[in-house]
């Protein structure tokens, strides 16, 4: 099997002649390749040339999660809150790129979504932080860098491709409307409170924000010709929302979201950070074998599946700070439970918990990408 | 005593009666309204409460023991951080009413005092927020430094503050150093041995703990209030 047909085997709930692995790699192939994270971020030649020598040194991989590679420019013009971008506005060269919680929008503003039409609200929340998209030479500028470093994109995943490694959702990246609404609008608190406080305006907002994330997240996928989409998750995980709330406000929008995509035959990887045991039950309501499961380390993930195991593909999920202060032998231990315990019968892709971290120890690392050879189940 | 349409609306019972209520009866409706995350409700009842000539202190208590009920849930999980970061509003909303009806402020009674904060490197504040709420709702009194806090901050606030608790949360694996120069930083100061450190956060485990030199580590807000409660000796609820 090649590295594509391994993963979509995997997605398909069946049994690949080994487990694939496919981390998110891009900050530690960074620093381990010897560039900035400002030069990861925003030339994709260095990045590439770093994630070369990673994998010449470290092993390979069938393919990348989500990777930042390149994508800078367009981090900078897509979030209404600007990240924290390293060597952008005093942040140091080699910082480590962060999402901010800031409130852009007021709680009245949620009933002014529809009237105002989202995708024109969400452009002036946009021009908040990017001032320059407020006239037609500044959008059009934007707009052309960011298309330049989507070509060049383009043709790093084919190249990668042509290497057996598989780029899984490049920069197609969607959001829910509440979870889009909490990290980039509201801030978590305040959106919070808002579900107390004003779910109905919630629900219409969600409602108005449907059809441009799904637009938004279709000329992605058109543009990079994968069929598969990133969808983060955390902020309507079992650690922040009760049961009803999630069933009443933040399941119906995954099951919409979901089965959009599904229906265009494009596979969803939910990227579930922080806890979603206590919900995964409410995950069988996704259309069966279409998604990809993707836990932090976070959640329990034998528990996801013992629940969801001959329901979608799991994913994950070295933990963070075992990469970063455990020793390879503890890495290596931790590997082959979840590759024998999860991926006994299938439907199982090795990955990091969340990002491999960027002062990752190596030699864990190398452990991580050794055992999907060592051990097959 | 009288009670305004507002606060009727509030104690209506099922059939839509008013239900007269005595003063031990308002206050089992406060406490109830709090821990049931009201908000509304809660807030009616404080003011008119408080028009009632109700003795403000007793208005405290009821609404810390409703703070404290909804610990107790969140301790049994039948409440979740969406609902203790209600519940902070709502305490926080009182307190703000019972301050405005006094023209020199409620005296602050002496609380166990905890500093939490996001090490310097780290931007994230979610954990560190929800900690800081259960803490309040529990009778701690809470220095919060926010984010990016250097290492020296944290001194600093522990000696002025006399707190012998400090809590770090964080989310990314580039601030375990600068958990650890914190933990260093008490060392030099010779304070280490006055306070007893905490870590919490997303990316934090036990290695994480003994890397950093810290006493102790949390996966939730729930054990950072046990770790809080046994370094004051139980102290505080």
Redesign the interface.
Known sequence: MDALERIETAVRLGKPDRVPVVPIIDFFAGRYGGITQHDMLFDIDKADMALEKTLSDLGPIDGQNLSYAGLGRIMQLIFPTPP?MPGVRGVPPD??F?F??KAVMEPEEYRLIEERGPIRWILDKMKLSTPELGNPAGLLKAFSGAGRDIIKAGRSIKRWRRRGVESMVAYNIVFTPMEYISLFMRS??DF??D???RPDDVKAASRALMKPMQMQGSMMVRMSGLKRVFMGGTRTS?????PR?FEDLALPEWREMCDFWVRKGVTPLLHF??DWTAFFPYLKELPRGKCILNL?G?SDIFAAKEVLGDHMCIMGDV????L???EPEEVDEYCRRLIMELGADGGFILSSGCTI????KPENVKAMLASVHKYRP | MGISEPARRCLRGNGGAVIEIGEAGMHRRLFGAIAGLREEESLVMVEEMLEAGMDPLRIIETARRGMDEVGKRYERHEYYLSGLIMSGEIFGEIMNILDRAFEYGLAEEEKPRVILGTPLGDVHDIGKNVVSSLLRCSGFEVVDLGVNVHPSEFVKAAEDSGAMVVGMSALITSAYEAMRETVWCFERAGFRERVSIMLGGGAVTEKVCEFAGADAWGRDASDALAIARACYGGEAR
Request: overall charge negative; some cysteine.
């Open positions: 924290v910082g480590q962060q901010v919680e978590f608190n919070i409170l579900l107390f406080r079992a650690s922040c929302l009760s709330q950070d922080s932090d976070t933990p963070a700070a075992l970063k202060l455990g971290p960027v002062d990752a």
